[in-house]
């Protein structure tokens, strides 16, 4: 990841129905150079998709946990089975300490809450679940603080000129 591959995936995220034309006259690059580096990323499976990013909360499931579990040893492909077939299990991820798996969850009310975890208890790979309810979001999901800080601050940005008004690249004086 350098500069202009950070650049073109904020310039994706902040115009989110921009093609590859807009997006060469946002980061001041050739075309050609976009598409060949979207493809690139997309090749990488840094980008996994362009769908539209879900509001849960607003879409009428308000009500969020985060269920850590214990399960069975070596049962994390029965477990994950089992989640995967849970609606409300919106990610999953096999961690270390106390706990095995920790799982985000979301459901319309405390009582779909409360069915959704007597669902994960039913899965016979796991022993033991620990619950708590999210109150609020501090910061949401994002990726390109972290992104930014890690990138090749000049690779890739030669060509790239400095944002104008509305965000349109300057022209170069002659």
């Known amino acids: 990841m350098d500069a202009l591959d950070v ?10 129905r921009v093609g590859d034309l807009e997006l060469s006259r946002l980061t001041g690059v050739a075309r050609a150079t976009v598409t060949a580096r979207l493809e690139r990323l997309e090749a990488a499976g840094v980008v996994t998709g362009y769908g539209p ?13 985060f269920v850590t579990l214990e399960i069975a040893q070596g049962a994390i ?7 995967e077939a849970i609606p409300g299990v919106l990610e999953a991820h096999a961690t270390t300490g106390v706990g095995d798996v920790l799982c985000r969850v979301a459901a319309t009310s405390h009582e779909a809450l409360q069915q ?25 999901w994002r990726t390109l603080p972290l992104l930014s800080a890690g990138a090749t601050p000049s690779a890739g940005r030669s060509a790239m000129r400095p944002a104008g008004p509305r965000g349109l690249p300057c022209r170069r004086p002659s």
């Open 116 to 140: 959704t975890l007597v669902d994960l208890n039913r899965s016979s790979s796991v022993v033991r679940s620990t619950s708590v309810i999210a109150l609020s979001e501090i910061v949401p």
């Open 53 to 65: 990013d879900v509001d849960v909360s607003a879409a009428g499931f308000g009500v969020q946990a």
């Open 7 to 16: 650049a073109l995936l904020d310039a994706i995220r902040n115009h989110r």
């Open 77 to 83: 492909d029965a477990v994950a089975r089992d989640l």
